[in-house]
């Protein structure tokens, strides 16, 4: 195919909220430019950029998918994102290597949760935004309605551009501010006649042209001066500053459509290449030289060295690995070596292509400011560089948010803990949003991600592509046992067999630590009453018994045991012996010294809309919290509260219902602290009975 120069590719990420109509308008615009022959529809299974069983399934989108549109002789590079909280910071990525956002806003249902989530991250990584009321074919569907919604969530910057030509199923095509022409769009083909403006709608699309050029002309002192003057500026004038404006994110304009009918969509395509910024004025993507130094903003020039940043992993049970990539400088033609960077390794880049969907296009070269991929690397993964070995430069990989849940997770058939995991890693390679671990302490795999959806997509998808299945279950808590007080106890171990017997003696002080103080072993034996030999025994045993407490079998920690006296026998003591004195020592020792349970605290940041703040104050004081701090930010408040694990397990979905999916947190842990005793109670009587459940 054709090899595109920066400055006629423009690579758009598509944003909004779940069920706005990203994956319909990517199959409208493939249809419209004749990169597929049938217009795909999401609720029959046949969107190019939802080809997943599990995204077919639930029609809906779970991963970013790519797909390309040849139209008006430039190359608009399509990702669609996902929009549900689950899976929206899947979209991180692809904002970070867009040149431009496209946010999709629903006609009828304005502007929702994940859309300002979405227009967040454009604002956050400095890309130029536009707006798409989409769906405004829908019963119901409103412009007016649904700008005053966007002007109420993002200021009097958002401006349209285009009117709609008739509303809901009347809707027919848009009036075009700009030009000041409407056009009329036929069917779903996509083609469409220009004509004038209807007498009907003049007026209302002069009203929006002054308002437009009111706004364009603020963005330059000239213009505005000519605007005081004239009145009005010509529309090439309009134009100019209109890409300018745009390029520096200080307008965003508003258009309409409705991808599911075709109407509109060709429209947005148009100003797509006409306004928005190709991939060669891209600024933002800084790079530090391998080795330390200052970092540098990188231009996309095509007769600069080769490098790119790899923003996203596909993983193929067949195909193995696909590594999705920007240029950001030079040429890479297919079969090119360059080095990743971060682990110094060269990769071949054969066989390269570009996404449509799951089509692969062959590709002979990728230009900077193209969008590419390349099967099999050997060592690359998301976030990493890849350069010409004559200029290594390190970009910075996108920062996903800390998982907010926790699944353990085991094998439903015995013996596939290893298939497990090997799986799950291979999964982590395509979401960074996903983390896989095992606890030390309880010993569980631990799957954790941005919700219970999360995590079950995950577990089907293991299942389809590797064929292992996997229990779902909540983690346990990692609890920990110390003491309170202070005992000195004699333990005596005495047995006699057939041949020669055990014996051991051993007296012993234990008494608590410092939070965190861990385990201190303390040898104060004077005179030989506990020969040299058998006291590594006598810490060992120790050692041993840390790892089940008296209450509720958890480990032990935070305390000293102090070994000051005991006995022998010269034939029938051994190592054996005084490991089993110890034993018996250090159990009748923390029974004597207060035993208490500890649970770890964790410190979150929950982030909530100003209106849910009582609620959630209410809810975290029921979990036990002790509320730190607020701050504001933006619309909304941050709580940084103290708050057990225990109690946070479940707290994604409450916090979901309770700010409509519009409330995020992440914690770490702070600190352990005792449990209080009527929680203790009831955690040590249900690891009692799990107890007497194994022995049955």
Same mark, same amino acid.
Request: with cysteine; proline share 5%; net charge negative.
């Given at each position: ?14 944003? =909004? ?66 929009? /549900? ?15 431009? +956002? ?18 967040? /991250? ?28 966007? %002007? ?52 209302? +699309? ?20 000519? /605007?005081?003057?004239? =009145? ?33 969509? !060709? ?100 230009? !900077? ?30 920062? /996903? ?41 309880? %010993? ?9 959806? %999360? ?35 004699? !333990? ?11 014996? +051991? ?77 110890? %034993? ?40 036990? =919290? ?66 007497? !459940?194994?022995?049955?």
């Amino acid at each position: 195919m054709k090899v595109y120069g920066p400055q006629d590719i423009r690579n758009v990420v598509l944003l =909004g909220h779940g069920g706005t109509g990203k994956t319909t308008l990517t199959s409208a615009m493939l249809f419209a430019s004749k990169g597929v022959s049938r217009f795909g529809k999401v609720d029959d299974g046949t969107a190019p950029t939802d080809f997943e069983e599990d995204e077919i399934q639930r029609k809906l989108s779970i991963s970013t998918s790519l797909a390309f549109a040849e139209w008006a002789k430039a190359k608009i590079n399509i990702l669609d994102t996902p929009g /549900y909280g689950n899976f929206i910071a899947d979209a991180r990525g692809p904002v970070r290597v867009a040149d431009t +956002a496209l946010v999709l806003v629903n006609a009828v249902s304005g502007v929702e949760v994940m859309t300002a989530k979405g227009f967040e /991250y454009a604002e956050e990584f400095k890309v130029p935004r536009l707006l798409l009321v989409n769906k405004m074919d829908r019963e119901n569907a409103s412009f007016s309605r649904t700008l005053a919604s966007i %002007h109420e969530n993002f200021g009097r910057l958002a401006v349209p551009v285009f009117l709609p030509l008739g509303q809901e199923k009347d809707f027919v095509g848009v009036v075009d501010l700009v030009k000041g022409k409407a056009h009329r769009y036929k069917d779903e083909s996509g083609a469409y006649t220009e004509e004038e403006i209807p007498a009907d709608m003049a007026e209302e +699309a002069s009203t929006a042209r002054a308002a437009l050029v009111e706004m364009v002309a603020e963005l330059d002192e000239k213009l505005m001066e000519k /605007y005081f003057e004239a =009145g009005d500026l010509t529309a090439e004038e309009l134009a100019s500053a209109l890409r300018i404006g745009i390029a520096q994110d200080k307008i965003f304009p508003v258009l309409c459509a409705s991808s599911a009918k075709n109407v509109g969509v !060709a429209d947005v395509m148009n100003f797509l290449v006409d306004f928005t910024p190709p991939a060669s004025s891209k600024v933002g993507f800084l790079a530090a030289p391998k080795g330390g130094g200052e970092e540098v903003d990188v231009a996309a020039d095509v007769d600069a060295p080769a490098s790119a940043f790899v923003f996203k992993t596909i993983s193929d049970p067949a195909q193995g690995r696909i590594s999705v990539f920007r240029v950001v400088s030079g040429k890479v033609p297919t079969d090119a070596t360059l080095t990743n960077v971060g682990r110094d390794v060269p990769e071949r880049m054969a066989g390269m292509f570009f996404l449509r969907g799951k089509e692969h296009v062959k590709a002979d070269e990728a230009q !900077a400011g193209d969008i590419a991929a390349v099967m099999k690397l050997k060592e690359t993964h998301t976030g990493d560089s890849l350069c010409a070995k004559e200029h290594l430069l390190v970009f910075p990989p996108v920062k /996903y948010p800390i998982p907010a849940i926790s699944f353990a997770v085991e094998p439903k058939s015995r013996g596939d803990e290893e298939k497990i995991m090997s799986a799950l890693q291979r999964m982590t390679d395509e979401d960074p949003n996903l983390k896989v671990g095992r606890d030390p302490q309880t %010993h569980e795999t631990l799957v954790s991600g941005s919700g219970s959806q %999360h995590v079950e997509v995950v577990a089907a998808r293991v299942h389809r592509r590797y064929g292992v299945e996997m229990v779902i279950k909540q983690p346990k808590v990692p609890y920990r046992e110390t003491i309170k007080g202070r005992a000195e106890v004699h !333990a005596r171990h005495k047995k006699q067999t057939g041949g020669h017997g055990q014996f +051991a003696d051993i007296q012993i002080k234990m008494e608590p630590l410092t939070r965190g103080g861990g385990f201190e072993f303390k040898d104060e034996i004077f005179g030989g009453a506990v020969p040299r030999n058998y006291i590594p025994a006598v810490e060992k045993g120790m050692h041993e018994s840390l790892e089940h407490g008296v209450l509720a079998g958890y480990p032990v920690v935070d305390l000293r045991v102090t070994l000051f006296d005991g006995g022998f026998h010269p034939v029938d003591s051994s190592e054996m012996a005084f490991k089993i004195a110890a %034993h018996m020592g250090f159990k009748e020792a923390m029974d004597k010294c207060r035993p208490t349970l500890l649970e770890p605290v964790m410190l979150a940041e929950v982030v909530v809309p100003e209106e849910n703040m009582g609620d959630v104050m209410g809810d975290l004081n029921s979990r036990r =919290g002790r509320i730190q701090g607020m701050n504001q930010k933006g619309p909304n408040q941050i709580i940084k509260v103290q708050v057990p694990l225990s109690e946070m397990l479940t707290y994604a979905s409450t916090l979901k219902s309770i700010t409509a999916g519009r409330g995020s947190f992440s914690m770490e842990f702070f600190q352990y602290e005792e449990v209080p005793s009527q929680v203790q109670q009831k955690i040590v009587e249900e690891a009692k009975k799990a107890k007497e !459940a194994e022995k049955e």
